[in-house]
């Protein structure tokens, strides 16, 4: 009787491997939850007797102040990397495609919310090396769509302070023309006809008709600027804007 050597088994593609752990990733990591797989693998001493192992991990964690939203705390991209090392604990003679979840320890989904971290020990190298491929894809998307997420963020802010500032620039010279327009009416005891004519507001028409002067309310002569005196004044409508009726105020007068 001959006895003949076994082959070995074909080394299965990538692809192939992908498609053995496709319903691990279908079952276990939803869309958008935050949850991550990745692969370890144990020595042999590891996998015979089992026992504590640390596996090490980079994962996104979002910002305390700004919830993801992105803030110059966080150069605005809504959190940090990190790498973790967590501890599992492994059963002597560990079974190929064992898995440890741990809770939390994934990345942040949907709303925050923490996802798990799925930790499946393989003893085959070519199908750890198939996970890590898979979780370093999922890496890479991740830290594009944060880069693109913070460089919305910045020309949002570059875009408001560009109209801040030309709302500032607009009130300044909107100040500036009210400021000249000011500066452009009759002081106390100069020439008016109407009381917008007057920095006080205040035109005292001396006759009907006739051009008045800009005054300002007063108790006391002391109130009054140059020769100009505190006296009773007639008004109907204004103030001061016209001389007839009883009198009720008084106000500088030359």
């Known amino acids: 009787m001959t006895y003949r050597q076994p082959s070995p088994p074909p080394t299965p593609s990538t692809d192939e491997i992908f498609a053995q752990f496709e319903g691990i990733f279908q079952e276990l990591l939803g869309p958008a939850t935050g949850d991550r797989a990745v692969a370890y693998v144990p020595s042999a001493k590891k996998a015979s007797r089992g026992g504590r192992a640390t596996v090490k991990v980079e994962r996104f ?124 009416k009759g002081v106390v005891g100069d020439g008016c006809r109407y009381s917008a004519d007057c920095r006080s507001g205040q035109c005292l028409m001396h006759d009907l008709g006739a051009g008045g002067v800009c005054t300002t309310s007063c108790s006391t002569n002391d109130d009054c600027p140059g020769a100009m005196k505190c006296a009773s004044v007639h008004q109907t409508a204004g103030p001061f804007d016209v001389h007839a009726g009883a009198p009720n105020a008084r106000a500088c007068s030359r």
């Open 61 to 184: 964690r979002a910002c305390d102040r700004c919830t993801m939203h992105g803030c110059a705390d966080c150069d605005y991209r809504g959190g940090r990397s990190e790498t973790a090392k967590l501890a599992i604990e492994l059963p002597p003679d560990v079974p190929e495609g064992h898995q440890v979840i741990l809770a939390g320890e994934g990345d942040p989904g949907v709303g925050g919310k923490l996802g798990k971290l799925v930790v499946v020990v393989t003893h085959d190298p070519v199908r750890a090396a198939a996970l890590e491929a898979r979780d370093a894809s999922y890496l890479a998307r991740c830290k594009e769509a944060i880069a693109q997420a913070r460089a919305t963020r910045v020309a949002a802010r570059r875009r408001t302070r560009t109209t801040l500032l030309g709302v500032g620039i607009a009130a300044a010279a909107i100040a500036a023309i009210v400021g000249i327009a000011h500066l452009s």
